[in-house]
């Protein structure tokens, strides 16, 4: 669905990488490591929320909770590409029910079984 650069942003750090977004899993690989070392994979079902944020005052960033409660935020190099993985991950829901709502916040895409 979605293939390209974005940034994993953690305390204290920033990480360039490799975001997919599949029919079925989301996946990360970290510039500095081959792609036979591996990466972060995580089924779209483990997704929990996701929701689009600001980073350095730029609407590129979107934040992915899992059921775990792990969080990561995604920083893309464009807003444009933002809204692609956005777009993507929306479009790529399978059986899950989706609900866009707008608060204060953002919008938000709350994903929970139907």
């Known amino acids: ?5 974005a940034q994993l942003i953690q305390p204290m750090c920033s990480m360039p990488g490799r975001l ?25 079902g483990g997704l929990f929320r996701i929701r689009r944020r600001r980073h350095m005052q730029q609407h590129t960033a979107i934040e992915v909770v899992m059921r775990s409660n792990k969080t990561l935020l995604f920083m893309f190099d464009a807003r444009d590409e933002c809204d692609k993985v956005w777009g993507g991950l929306a479009k790529q829901r399978g059986d899950m029910v989706a609900e866009e709502w707008r608060g204060g916040g953002g919008v938000s895409l709350w994903v929970g079984r139907g």
Not at 1 to 5: A, D, L, T
Not at 22 to 35: I, M, Q, S
């Open 1 to 5: 669905v979605w293939k390209g650069r």
């Open 20 to 44: 997919e977004v599949t029919n079925k899993c989301l996946r990360w690989r970290p510039f500095h490591l081959r792609r036979s070392e591996g990466g972060w994979e995580a089924p779209l």
